[in-house]
């Protein structure tokens, strides 16, 4: 039984067909479909029932799935061990955001795999938040406030938030003076977050409303540029707008809450040699780095 077969296999399984997990290996889908066969015929069992949708686990697959990642994490585990000290080998998938990604975290990728010429670096960058178990990442970087989960999370570095709006949002809404005001103010967000503040020693939270959404924090920038609401984004995004006068900074009295960047994997086992590797190298980037000098890092 080829240890290949099975890692494509669980890759299959997580990715919910042959077509996303060939997308995720880098391979082509005949060879992840010779791979299946070849397991299948191994056990002379079907684990795969395939259809014009995808691929959906048979009774048998859906048992054998958990043990086949155990046994290629155990597998990993083994020939890491043997590996001379420090140096790392395999493919090291990243899920990171785009905001931030492509100007901070990949100069750290590019480092890591500079230093480790048998490393294959893979890294994605998205501002959505990222199923790593489900699509098959050994880590993700986040920003922000972590939402409770069964994922492990390493504290890598801080980052500040900033509340900001146009002069000319201002000039016809109004300033907000306190957390509490955000709630009748137009508010530019990914989603449904909860925006959160310091009111002295305490943490004021508030849930805003508002009707311009996006996924990317660049594009978030431009709706406020644009004078559409209210906005709370990282400071590397918005400082320059700030500089310029054509952003404002509000609500200064009742300062974003400081956020954080992190290193998050998935559960139930400890961390490959590669996320070590990777976490030590940002927390020598980050870690000593003030909110304030996270817009000038790497």
């Not at 420090?86 to 901070?104: D, K, V, Y």
């Not at 400071?235 to 952003?247: D, F, M, N, P, T």
């Amino acid at each position: 039984m080829d240890i290949e077969d099975l890692r494509t296999f669980v890759d299959v399984a997580d990715a919910g067909g042959i077509t996303s997990a060939a997308r995720r290996l880098g391979v082509s889908k005949s060879i992840v479909s010779r791979r299946l066969a070849r397991l299948e015929d191994d056990l002379g069992v079907m684990l795969l029932s395939r259809n014009t949708r995808g691929a959906a686990l048979t009774e048998a697959g859906a048992t054998f799935r958990d043990h086949a990642a155990k046994a290629c994490t155990e597998i990993d585990l083994a020939k890491e061990a043997m590996l001379p000290a420090g140096e790392l080998r395999g493919r090291l998938r990243i899920a990171a955001p785009l905001s931030f990604g492509p100007t901070h975290f990949a100069p750290v990728f590019a480092e890591l795999a500079k230093a480790h010429p048998r490393l294959h670096v893979h890294a994605s960058y998205s501002d959505r938040v990222v199923d790593i178990v489900a699509e098959g990442y050994d880590c993700a970087i986040r920003l922000g406030y972590l939402q409770d989960s069964n994922l492990i999370a390493r504290r890598v570095g801080p980052i500040l938030g900033k509340l900001v709006a146009s002069p000319g949002y201002i000039a016809v809404h109004g300033m907000p003076e306190r957390p509490e005001d955000i709630l009748s103010h137009e508010a530019i967000m990914q989603g449904t977050e909860t925006w959160q503040f310091l009111d002295g020693d305490k943490v004021a939270m508030v849930r805003p409303q508002g009707r311009f959404k996006g996924d990317n924090g660049t594009a978030l920038v431009s709706a406020a540029l644009a004078g559409i609401g209210i906005a709370m984004l990282p400071e590397g995004l918005v400082q320059g707008h700030i500089a310029s006068g054509a952003l404002v900074e509000i609500m200064q009295r009742h300062p974003v809450r400081p956020a954080g960047i992190f290193v998050v994997r998935p559960p139930g086992q400890h961390p490959t040699r590669k996320v070590r590797a990777l976490t030590e190298l940002l927390i020598a980037c980050f870690a000593d780095t003030s909110p304030r000098e996270f817009r000038r890092a790497r």
